[in-house]
Each structure stands twice: as C-alpha cells, then as structure tokens.
C-alpha cells in the first residue's frame, strides 16, 4: 500500500493563477480530507468528504473548491490564487470502520503564492 | 476560545529528562482523543489516541480528563529522537472534523 499520495510536492503560483492538488489512496477509505497548516501553526480543515460524490466544507473553506468522484480521489483546487494561500497542504483519509478515526496523512504540498 | 489549545512551546529538556504536555479542549461533545507527532517539513503520524481510562505505549502516557476537558502526554526518559512537534487532535463521532491544536515543539538535548 502506497497509502496516501500528493502531487505536486512543491509549487510556486503567481497571484490570480489556478492550480489542483491531487490527492490518492489506495486504503480503500470512505473519509478523505484536505487541511492547510501555514508556519507554526495546527492544521485547519478546509474541506472533507465522507464518499464519493459528497463533500463539505471544513474550518476555512474560502478560496477552494473539492470534488470526489472516486473512493481514491480527492483534488483541490485553487482558482485565484492569493498570497494568503502560501501554506503547506495536507490530504488525510480515514475508515469509517475504526471508531477512533485514526486519520492517515500525505507527504504535503508546499504552495507559494507570489 | 480556541477549540483546542495546547502549551506554548518550545520545550527544551535534557536526555532523559520527563516532560508533559497538556491540551485543552472546548467542545464537550468531543468523544474522541489523539496525539500526533510531526517532525520537521513531514507530515502528522499519530502516536497514540487517548482512551477514557489512560493508556501507554513505552515510554509514552496520555490521559484524558474529561470534567476539565483536557488532554496530556507524558514522555519519560526523552531520546534526542523524540524531538518534534506533537500536535493534539480532538473530534466528535459522527462529524468527522477532526480539530487540531497548534503543536508544541520539543527538542531534546544531548
């Protein structure tokens, strides 16, 4: 199991371009979830699913936008970048079926926007 | 208020040394409880949920206190290698948001 995998690993955006973060797992998980956790701060969810084709909305939302059309898949997209979008983001997914809900994570992707 | 709050950090203790780390949380629907450890530009891996009744793992010790909503973590006889940000996690069944607190870090020194 490659467990959860990110794309890019690195990026630098100019304000006003669009990008998507990809996201896959291979766990078969029903839970999957994007956070951004900019320098010393947590993590702030902005978006999870809970199976394909449903979505909602996390802690700060704003600025992004999520699809989930597979079990494996879960991208972000960013339309119009700002710099207040550099941050490292972070794809989880969990099991419906662990009632601690242990959450597996992905490498991150390191944004600037400049 | 935060939802979840943790010590200020960082820590810097000797080789050996024990050291706790307490975490606060506001929502007291929150049912279940968790420490994650980042290391330096990685991601979180959780290092132990914490159960109702305390639990440990080697030299590791959560606890959970449910009447004053918060959360600890022990570390006896430190190793350089337990140097890292631990992160606390809390989330209520069935909502699958999990809320994180902000980390403190640890060094551990020769």
């Known amino acids: 199991n490659a467990g959860v995998t990110q794309t890019p690993k690195f990026r630098i955006l100019k304000i006003g371009q669009s990008m998507t973060l990809q996201c896959t797992q291979d766990?078969?998980?029903?839970?999957m979830y994007w956070y951004r956790q900019d320098p010393g701060m947590g993590l702030k969810l902005i978006y999870y699913?809970?199976?394909?084709?449903?979505?909602d909305k996390g802690e700060v939302p704003n600025g992004y936008n999520v699809s989930r059309s597979t079990t494996e898949d879960f991208p972000l997209r960013l339309e119009l970048a700002a710099p207040s979008q550099t941050s490292v983001y972070f794809c989880?997914?969990?099991?419906?079926?662990?009632?601690?809900?242990?959450?597996?994570f992905g490498p991150g992707t390191r944004l600037t926007v400049l | 208020r935060k939802e979840v709050e943790q010590d200020p950090g960082p820590f810097n203790v000797p080789e050996g040394a024990t050291v706790a780390f307490n975490c606060t949380y506001s929502?007291?629907?929150?049912?279940?409880f968790f420490w994650y450890r980042q290391d330096c530009r990685k991601e979180p891996k959780l290092l132990m949920s914490?159960?109702?009744s305390g639990n440990e793992d080697g030299r590791f010790t959560a606890q959970l206190n449910r009447a004053s909503q918060y959360i600890s973590l022990l570390i006896r006889d430190s190793k350089l290698s337990d140097s890292a940000t631990y992160l606390c996690?809390?989330?209520?069944?069935?909502?699958?948001?999990?809320?994180f607190g902000a980390g403190t870090r640890l060094t551990v020194k020769p």
């Open positions: 929502n007291s629907a929150s049912q279940s």
């Open positions: 914490v159960y109702s």
């Open positions: 989880a997914s969990s099991s419906t079926l662990q009632a601690y809900n242990e959450q597996f």
């Open positions: 699913s809970v199976g394909a084709g449903i979505t």
């Open positions: 766990m078969n998980h029903n839970y």
């Open positions: 996690a809390v989330n209520i069944w069935g909502n699958n948001d999990m809320r």
